[in-house]
Structures are given as structure tokens and as C-alpha cells.
């Protein structure tokens, strides 16, 4: 009867990990389905939007197509969502035609987390690389080389004046800003969202709904800084914790090490003291 429960037990155990399993994989194989037996149909777009979502002093940029197309298997008009590349995201307007993916199957299409349609040229690996475009901005976030001087309207400040760790927070030694902000770009048919994360007060007046002075990267536009900002914070916040961390080991440490000196001078002294007496 043991034996009986123990093998009812691992086969309810697989059972529930190859459920989890493929819940978990159930959108990658949709979005694999959509690649090899999806229908293809023409809309049209009716919307941009880029969306810049930040988190301290980091960053990542995404770009949206909103586009309305007529499945084969359909009598009324639907809406995707279509993540693109900045290059297609600039390229395509309001009003252009684009080619679409969708899912064969309408029921794939009523699902929230799967993917219902996409550009038709896109597939399941381009997801990829619109993950990597969408942190790059923020490992290489200053533009190089040429730049081209513009004012900016800026709709968020953020200041921060701790660090947060999984133990406790802390002061920082030098406060930072986030400050997002949207300017045009000669050349582009909707407005770019840019941020910069500087030494807080290093540029003096910002206030949401204001205006800032910035220059961008003539090869990328959303390569953008305010001008006149430092950045001290970068080198200055870190250094700090390795200072304090080191401060700490000392503190703690030369406690010990001048105990563990005394111990050493008693033991010598009383040697000294048990020595052999001299004969006579």
C-alpha cells in the first residue's frame, strides 16, 4: 500500500511541474504558431507611441504601432499593438498601410498574454532584439560624436537621496535627478521622449512643464543630455560604498587585532616569568 501512495505521490509531483511548464511556455508556443500558420492581412496605422519607462537611474525606450486590420475570419475590424524598432517607428506614419501577422485561430487572439498579431516581417526571435534596443539607450545613454543643440519640455523630476539594498537604506553622498522630457526632432513626425539622470541642482530651474536646454546625438536623436549637467554621482555614490564597507572592516577589525597583540605580549611575559632559574 506504501509503495502504492509513493507512486500515485511522484506521478501527481511530474504532473504538477509539467503543468507549471506548460503554463509557463504556453505564450512562447502560441508565438510560434503565429510565425508558422499565422493569416496575413493589410491595415492600416491610426496611432504612435513611444514609451520610456524609467526606474532610478536606469532606463529602456519601447515603440508602438497601433494598427487596425479585418481578419480573413472576421466581418469586423481589430486592433494590435505592435512593438517595433525605432527604425520602423520612424519610418511608418499615421495613415500608412502595414502588413500584418495574426493569429489563424480567434480564440489566440481574445487571449490577453498571447501575441494576437504583429508587423508581418517580424517573428518570434525579432523579439529579441527589440528587448536589447530597448535597454541600449540606458548602458549608452550620452550621445557621441556631433551633437545638435535643442530646448526640451520636461515632464518629470525625480530626485533621489538614498540607496535602497535588501538590508536597509542609506544616505547617499551625492543625490541624483531623473529628468525626463520630450523635444522635436526635424525630420520625425512625433514627438521624442529622452531622460537623463544628473547631480541633483547641477542644472538649476527645472520644474515640470518647464523648459530645459538639451543637445542629442545628430546620429540619434534619443541620444539626448541637458547641457550643463554633472555627473559626479556615478563614481562618487559608488567609491562611497566601498569606503564605508572598508571603514567598517577597519572599525571591527583593529579591535581584534590590538586584543590579539595584548594576548601575545601576555603569553611572552609569562614565559619569561616561568623561565629555568640560574644555578649557583
Known amino acids: 500500500m506504501r509503495t502504492l501512495f509513493a507512486v500515485i505521490g511522484n506521478v501527481v509531483h511530474w504532473l504538477a511541474i509539467g503543468l507549471v511548464l506548460f503554463v509557463i511556455s504556453t505564450p512562447a508556443l502560441a508565438s510560434f504558431y503565429l510565425d508558422a500558420r499565422g493569416g496575413i492581412a493589410t491595415g492600416a496605422v491610426t496611432d504612435k507611441r513611444e514609451v520610456l519607462a524609467a526606474r532610478q537611474d536606469t532606463w529602456h525606450r519601447q515603440f508602438f504601432l497601433t494598427v487596425d486590420y479585418q481578419p480573413a475570419d472576421s466581418r469586423s475590424h481589430e486592433t494590435a499593438y ?6 520602423t517607428y520612424d519610418q511608418m506614419h499615421v495613415g500608412d498601410p502595414a502588413r500584418v501577422r495574426y493569429q489563424s485561430v480567434r480564440l489566440l487572439r481574445e ?10 516581417d517580424q517573428n518570434t526571435l525579432s523579439g529579441l532584439a527589440l528587448w536589447w534596443q530597448s535597454v541600449s539607450a540606458s548602458i549608452f545613454p550620452a550621445p557621441a560624436g556631433s551633437v545638435v543643440p535643442a530646448t ?8 533621489f537621496t538614498k540607496v535602497n539594498s535588501s538590508r536597509s537604506r542609506s544616505d547617499l553622498l551625492r543625490p541624483y535627478q531623473r529628468v525626463e522630457f520630450t523635444y522635436s526632432v526635424p525630420g520625425l513626425d512625433a514627438p521624442v521622449k529622452g ?17 530645459a536646454k538639451i543637445e542629442y546625438a545628430q546620429a540619434d536623436p534619443r541620444l539626448a543630455r541637458l547641457v550643463g549637467a554633472t555627473y559626479t554621482y556615478r563614481w562618487l555614490n559608488p567609491l562611497w560604498g566601498v569606503g564605508s564597507v572598508a571603514l567598517a572592516l577597519i572599525f571591527c577589525g583593529l579591535p581584534s587585532l590590538l586584543l590579539s597583540g595584548l594576548a601575545q605580549l601576555l603569553r611572552v611575559r609569562r614565559r619569561g616569568q616561568s623561565g629555568p632559574a640560574r644555578l649557583t
Open 152 to 159: 526640451a519640455q520636461v515632464d518629470s523630476v525625480t530626485l
Open 111 to 120: 487571449f490577453p498574454f498571447f501575441t494576437s498579431a504583429r508587423l508581418a
Open 195 to 211: 531622460a537623463d539622470v544628473i547631480d541633483a541642482g547641477s542644472v538649476a530651474g527645472l520644474e515640470v512643464g518647464g523648459r
Open 82 to 87: 505592435v512593438e517595433v524598432s525605432q527604425t
